[in-house]
T-cell receptor, first 113, second 110 residues
Framework: KAGVTQTPRYLIKTRGQQVTLSCSPISGHRSVSWYQQTPGQGLQFLFEYFSETQRNKGNFPGRFSGRQFSNSRSEMNVSTLELGDSALYLC????????????FGPGTRLLVL | EDQVTQSPEALRLQEGESSSLNCSYTVSGLRGLFWYRQDPGKGPEFLFTLYSAGEEKEKERLKATLTKKESFLHITAPKPEDSATYLCAVQAGTGNQFYFGTGTSLTVIP
């Protein structure tokens, strides 16, 4: 069974631009979560989607948004990029929210110049 | 405030030198505790899930244990290929959100 896939793997943007990242969960998984990972902060939870609905949201500004499609694929968008948004963005999927193990994708490395 | 703390931040071991990594947590309504391994530039790889105090899971040279306030990841006779960052996460609260520690960076020297 194919794992979680994320595209693109690497991205370079400049301040003020916006970016869209994509995540395809493991087949059959309907829950998708997004995390930001930086050296100093570790993994910080962004949001979680299940059945096209946002279930949880972390403490990030409104510039960070996401959505989920009927096939469970998910996208996250960051508008008006700032230097501090440079990070590894990880997507994780599970069958459903609750007492379920999350499986991570390889991440998208975003560099904001 | 829900919190997950891992110690030590970094650990250097000689090949074959056993040790333990610690993950302590202060959360309400623990649903599960998860251990992941992360290699540089890659996403975390799932290792174990523990649900209740007293539970233990083993995989090759790794053994995870859980008490009411902390979890240990024991590494027996480690090899250089065990070098990685080990992450601990807890799922808790009414929203079943995941909270991650900042990880322990393990280096095993041949």
């Amino acid at each position: 069974k194919a794992g979680v896939t994320q595209t693109p793997r690497y991205l370079i943007k400049t301040r003020g631009q916006q970016v869209t990242l994509s995540c395809s969960p493991i087949s059959g998984h309907r829950s998708v979560s997004w995390y930001q990972q930086t050296p100093g902060q570790g993994l910080q939870f962004l949001f979680e989607y299940f059945s096209e609905t946002q279930r949880n949201k972390g403490n990030f500004p409104g510039r960070f948004s996401g959505r989920q499609f009927s096939n469970s694929r998910s996208e996250m968008n960051v508008s008006t990029l700032e230097l501090g948004d440079s990070a590894l963005y990880l997507c994780a999927s599970s069958y459903q929210p609750g007492q379920e193990t999350q499986y991570f994708g390889p991440g998208t490395r975003l560099l904001v110049l | 405030e829900d919190q997950v703390t891992q110690s030590p931040e970094a650990l250097r071991l000689q090949e074959g030198e056993s040790s333990s990594l610690n993950c302590s947590y202060t959360v309400s309504g623990l649903r599960g505790l998860f251990w992941y391994r992360q290699d540089p530039g890659k996403g975390p790889e799932f290792l174990f899930t523990l649900y209740s105090a007293g539970e233990e899971k083993e995989k090759e040279r790794l053994k995870a244990t859980l008490t009411k306030k902390e979890s240990f990841l024991h590494i027996t006779a480690p090899k250089p290929e065990d070098s990685a960052t080990y992450l601990c996460a807890v799922q808790a609260g009414t929203g079943n959100q995941f909270y991650f520690g900042t990880g322990t960076s393990l280096t095993v020297i041949p």
